[in-house]
């Protein structure tokens, strides 16, 4: 059986990586994880039941997502599931619930590629193995092809032994999680109001092969915003002061952003990562654009360099008489796992043996996540909540274009997710 | 009869030179003029009843005034004028009317010196001929101690001949012409409304020894601003968070106003000459003060200018969430001299050989002086104003702690304004 | 036989208008032109024969021009000239010598277009009478297709009359005006350098139709720079201090170079018009470009700015440890043209009745002229210069979409500048 | 005895308190110090024996330091020291060489004051009980006169012990611990580099009354700098071109300083406390200072930081055209206490229940301390350092104008450093 699983992970594994789709557009990806999961007895909720319009962060436009939707129709999606996630709106909970009393236990994961152009070097495993990615500058090069595939291989397990279980188990599919954009949708829409027990996992990041970590701790709380200045253009030579300089507004609050105090409560990040202004050597520019970055040890610490960006920005468009405009186009908070929850997985790693080492916590920072959203809310309600890592062979560092995963990897990590479900089922009658 | 008002012209002008008292505490200087006017029968107008005290701009504080008002009194001010001067209000209007039909002609005395250290070198003549400044740090150093002295002198020919003349006399003695403060407040008080003919003069500025200068145009608008930031403190290592930077503030103000815009209708200058914040290098600064003055070709590019300054200001405080306060203490407009007047005051020049050469009209930019307010409000209300010159030989230039006049040139300038009543008497007959 | 000739005009004129091409790519109209003065009997000097080309600037790269190049072999360009324009020196002087004694006399056309999509409004006249550009993005919006007709009609007159005439004529057919890019390497290749008189001309600038004005000064001294900041790019939460930011250099540097001081000895302009910097938001920026333009009243205040310029990118680069390059892609002089030769021209245009009114001298600032390069060559070399224009109707101001000229004029300017070679040659004999 | 002691140690602490000295101007302390150390029996190293003169940093002018010394000599120093103290170097070693064999024990005490302007209320307790500072602008309010104090108490008690103790004690009376600016120079001057065991305390810092702390670790290293800019002076009006603007070069630095990028190997502080730039509203600021501190989780990251600075001031400079020097003032590294020592002192704190509580260690970041260098070094040779506290009761916080400790925390201090002593010996056996 556990063979056929294995086939049936990496096919999977490997569909999802030939059709990247990037965050809010993963239509193709829902409605296959909508098919199987439907075929497999759950109980579906999607697209606009799943996700709050208002708190959806970054969309891509109405006329992006709508081309989009068409080459998905061409390109393998199946075309039951499409009005769901047509808009874009491409989350999915699948429930399955025992009706027998137990817990109820929900599993994240995230679906989004990223705008990245695979290696096609020989070298390169998908490249060498025939499954590369069809389309130019989108790559999965984080591993949510293989979450995804992992997901689905709970189901299936699930499934299979779904008289053995009690309770209720929740399969969260979230999109857009690069930028950090999709989950705080997903909590608003109460998808996970009625957890006791959540777990949200990844692959890599760093963990060796073989090693499991219940607990990942030490993720930044952030927001990213676009910011544009509007000025008025002119001739520089002729009529200099008829302008609105965006560009210096601009270059005077990308300064002005960097030079944010530190704060005494915990490590900061700032960065303006792009500015583009202007649309000629000889007129004042009366457009620029900027795309920002803060990062906090804690939503707090985050939350205080955010206002003192707002202000930096009203004041420089004050500067320079010129109108401005903010948008948050992702954002994700801080939050620690629930020690007790991460012992359950820790201790269910060590006795299956599932992984050569298991470590209960770890600390790495400067990275976010908005899993952070469903683990807090979760944790609000009384519940326990974790953030686990799979450790694998990494063939290259996320986000790069040579990045490939050990599908190894793979199988051990539904076993564990299995598992689990069994013993927080213990673990719930013993509290 | 000559000689006697060299003697006189020489001896006020030193007495003047050893007791310089700067802008808006012309106390002692301005008792002086009153007596020696109210002995020649010139009809007073002092203090309050000349200035709008609305409009004085850059006034020290009422405590240095108070201490100042001490000074003169022990310092040789006649007591008897004084209640008129003592708060700083020390502008005097001398009006002799002749009670016969004719125009009515004012000339324009500052009165003010500088806060400058004079030289003490055996090299400079007031050192030498020991009419050198009593005080440190005050100095005579841009002949306004010369321009009362002519002033007091054509006063004394005005009265001496005041049976041959028609029409009214008004001599201004102005208070505070450094930094362009006190026109304004002299020019609201009305006391040029009903003028037909304003003379303003000036010593030296370049023009050679012996020459005259019927018209000096070319004067920038120009205004003189203190700008304070006020943010909250905070220390640097333990709480960095909680202060309100007002000297990145000031510093982000700075970098700003000098990056405003050039105006297509005229020359610009822009200066932050002084910028002082904090009080100790662990603490975040919560007071910062600029000095800012801005000159325009013209009153409409200067106030193109401030009001960029006042923006930029603006914003800089709400950038670092900091208050602040702008204080205007000098202001000057630009005005071009009447043409028709400059020519009746060449062709006296020209016509009694007081000067080996005049000019009718000269450019000199970059410069800037008040008495415009007094030439724009005459020509407003259908008069004629000039703004002339009395060539000296410089001993330096002016504000320098080496400035020194030629003596000489006092009779011929008080020869040269008393001749122009003469001509514009009859020029008023014949208009 | 002048309605045969306004037949040509506007042939040619309307030919060149629908195929526009950009500086240092004028190879079709380039070789037209050859192609007429050749039959015309002029000797041809062409590409880098009268190109220095270690003086263009701004040019466009191999692979552009290579391009470029196809796409004129196909559409009208004649291919035996082309060998001479194949690299992108597009120059050619055609020179007339009567091997007579006389004056030497140059005239300068430019025949680029510019980036500019061209109206397609029936009302724009171009497109109602068919000859509106061909390609998207090229137009000309500047006249420099009229300029071109008009010193082939000049070349018309010059060859029918060359029994009539002494000395030795040259036409220059000058690429890449707009931008200052072509003029300079034309004078450095000395193609001026045995000049008497040089007349470069101008249609429109806002001078009336049928009005000509023979000296147009105050052209302001300019340099377009490219600038470049290369850092080191870094992941903004992982490791900000590895980062070396180019995006803060360009950002300091856009600021600083706004806030460079006035000049007294003229007037400024300064303009950051683009900047465009990073690639991510969460990477330090490790990439920005500026395109800068500085302008002065004379060539010396516009050579205080660009080096002011200079030290602040090399201070910005220092700042944040990065590397810069500076590019001059674009430059012009100040020059005043000869009042002797303006007076020549305005004679001309008075006695012949060509215009309806002719002004010796205009003082039109704020825009810039690389012909510049040429007056102040022949000037130097003790000969005269001027820059004349003949206005005319325009349907919209020069460089906007809808800009068109009143092709009536092109016949008196052809005539004017035959003229004036007859008065230059006994302009010569006087002097 | 105990009784005595205290009413030393209150004796010594009140005659400090009323004649408080800056850093390198300890003289009178220093002298009364070495005066009593003497009579004890120590052997006496002072002044440029112990202090290495190219080490000392931000040391006062040679005017400031004679003027203080003649002070000194009029209230209460021992002439008979004051030779080695005259030029400010007021450090003393005092050695007690028991001959035994056994460990070398250093303990640092320093003695300098702060330019605080004590409070002069009644409820304060220095005034109430009339031994509040003598000197305006001069405080101990930080409680290095309790320090000093109990340096001469253990000294005391060390004298009256001696033949019951082995090996080698050392006592460190160290300047200008105020802005970290005298522990280098006597670490590099070689005073601990043969010490087994180093011991620098503290009063006060937050520590609760009759609370001890072993080890408080947690001090930042820190870099504090002088950076001035020296330009050309210029009239704003009339020459702006000729001014190298300082001022401008001093905001573009604060600004970038400022916005120096965070570090992801710790925590770091930026402040530029001070700028003070120019010296007249219309002239070109010639000069300006600023006053910088920053601060890093380790002296890697501060060291980080600290070349960031030096590289924006020299950026600036460049932009400006004008010159710069950078002084470093202050400095100190980060040191972390050697729990093994930490762990005696803490055993010898609740074994003798001189304090209610003792803990082993604390993390309280956000200040620093030179002492860190004599910890540095003696770990570096091998030996044991740590930095403990005592607490105290304060009236109001370290560096307040009301500051002021419980003088009950003075005799448990000195008996808590001569335990140690014994245990240290105890502790060198067994190793």
């Known amino acids: 059986m556990s063979e056929q699983l294995v086939e049936k992970l990496v096919h999977w594994r490997r569909d999802f990586h030939q059709f990247p789709e990037v965050g809010f557009l993963e239509m193709r990806t829902a409605s296959i994880v909508a098919t199987i999961l439907d075929e497999l007895g759950f109980e579906l909720q999607m697209g606009r039941e799943v996700m709050s319009e208002a708190e959806c962060m970054g969309k891509p436009s109405a006329e992006v997502t709508k081309e989009h939707y068409l080459w998905a129709l061409e390109n393998g999606a199946n075309k039951n599931y499409m009005e769901h996630f047509s808009d874009g709106y491409t989350g999915i909970v699948a429930t399955l619930d025992t009706k027998k009393p137990g817990p109820t236990i929900a599993f994240r994961f995230d679906m989004d590629a990223l705008e990245i152009n695979e290696s096609s070097l020989d070298s390169h495993y998908p490249m060498k193995e025939g499954f590369k990615s069809q389309l130019p500058y989108r790559m999965h090069a984080c591993g949510h092809d293989a979450h995804t595939s992992i997901g689905l291989g709970l189901a299936t397990l699930i499934a299979e032994n779904k008289d053995h279980l009690s309770g209720k188990i929740k399969l969260i599919f979230q999109p857009a999680e690069e930028g950090t954009r999709g989950a705080k949708s997903m909590t608003e829409a109460k998808v996970v109001d009625d957890v006791d027990y959540f777990i949200a996992s990844h692959i890599g990041t760093g963990v060796p092969h073989h090693h ?158 908005d899993a952070t959203y469903f683990m807090k809310r979760v944790q609000d309600n009384g519940g326990l909540a974790t953030y686990c890592i799979f450790g694998t062979e990494l063939a290259a560092g996320h986000h790069n274009e040579k990045f490939d995963i050990d599908e190894n990897t793979l199988l051990p990590a539904v076993e564990l997710l299995y598992a689990s479900i069994l013993s927080l089922e213990k673990h719930a009658q013993m509290v």
């Not at 405009?325 to 043996?353: D, F, P, Q, R």
């Open 212 to 369: 499991f970590v219940a607990a990942n701790n030490g993720f930044l709380a952030t927001t990213k915003q676009n910011i544009s200045f509007s000025g008025v253009a002119s001739h520089a030579g002729g009529r200099p002061e008829e302008g609105k300089n965006a560009l210096l507004a601009a270059a005077a609050a990308a300064l002005n952003i960097h030079a944010i105090s530190r704060h005494s409560d915990g490590v900061t990040r700032i960065n303006v990562g792009e500015l583009h202004a202007g649309t000629g050597r000889n007129i004042i520019a009366d457009q620029a654009d900027l795309k920002v970055e803060t990062r906090g040890e804690n939503s707090s610490v985050n939350e205080y360099v955010k206002q003192q960006v707002k202000q930096i920005v009203a004041g420089a468009a004050q500067m320079y008489g010129v109108d401005y405009h903010m948008e948050t186009v992702g954002e994700a908070i801080s939050c620690i796992s629930s020690n007790e929850l991460a012992n359950v997985l820790h201790e269910c790693a060590e006795a299956k043996s599932l992984f050569q080492a298991s470590t209960v916590e770890v600390n790495a920072a400067a990275g976010s996540e």
